[in-house]
């Protein structure tokens, strides 16, 4: 497994050992000791989730607070997205800032966001289906939602001339909450 740091502590990239041949490929999508070593620290994951959406669908910046907040370690099986972190964790270096990564079927890349972070992305293929496994179990009332759009994070979506499918939710969110 390659694991490369992204400009913000914390979140990697990670690429998984893929072995193919005429047949398609095999590859170990997740081991937890591997994955501990990458980190630096035990994680433990309590809840999976898959999404499937569109091309233009945009989902996020979603994030939980305290004590709900989730780490992520995501992977597309399906398609392609940008993928997308926001650091909020109150005191960092690079709070309001974000990176993005391109994560598909085709690249098997994954990205690891830690607790404190919000997230979103935007489904770049004809579709995509995203699998992701969190730390911490959804919390309706720890539920945060931060402007996919707000000029003070400034995030460069590939949206060329799309305009982003967005639920309600979204469409309505505030921006980025004050740093503390």
């Known amino acids: 497994m390659k694991v490369t740091p992204t400009a913000i502590e914390g ?10 041949d005429a047949r398609g490929f095999f590859m170990e ?43 992520k370690l995501l992977r597309v099986t399906q398609g392609e997205i940008f993928d997308v972190a926001v650091d909020i964790r109150p005191g960092s270096a690079t709070y309001g800032r974000w ?18 972070l919000a997230h979103g992305f ?5 579709s995509a289906d995203v699998l992701y496994k969190s730390t911490d179990f959804y919390a309706p009332n720890a539920e945060r939602c931060i402007r996919w759009d707000d000029p003070a994070v400034g995030i460069q979506w590939p949206l060329g001339d799309m305009s982003p499918l967005l639920s309600e939710k979204d469409a309505l969110a505030a921006g980025l909450p004050p740093a503390m």
Request: charged share 15%.
């Open 11 to 20: 979140v990697l990239i990670i690429e998984p050992k893929v072995f193919g």
């Open 29 to 71: 999508s997740f081991n937890q000791r591997a994955f501990n070593t990458a980190v630096g620290r035990e994680v433990i994951f309590v809840q999976d989730n898959h999404s499937r959406s569109t091309k233009g669908v945009l989902r996020g910046l979603h994030y939980q607070t305290t004590p709900h907040a989730q780490g």
């Open 99 to 116: 990176v993005g990564v391109e994560l598909s079927s085709h690249n098997h890349k994954q990205l690891w966001i830690p607790p404190g």
């Open 122 to 126: 935007l489904v770049v293929s004809d």
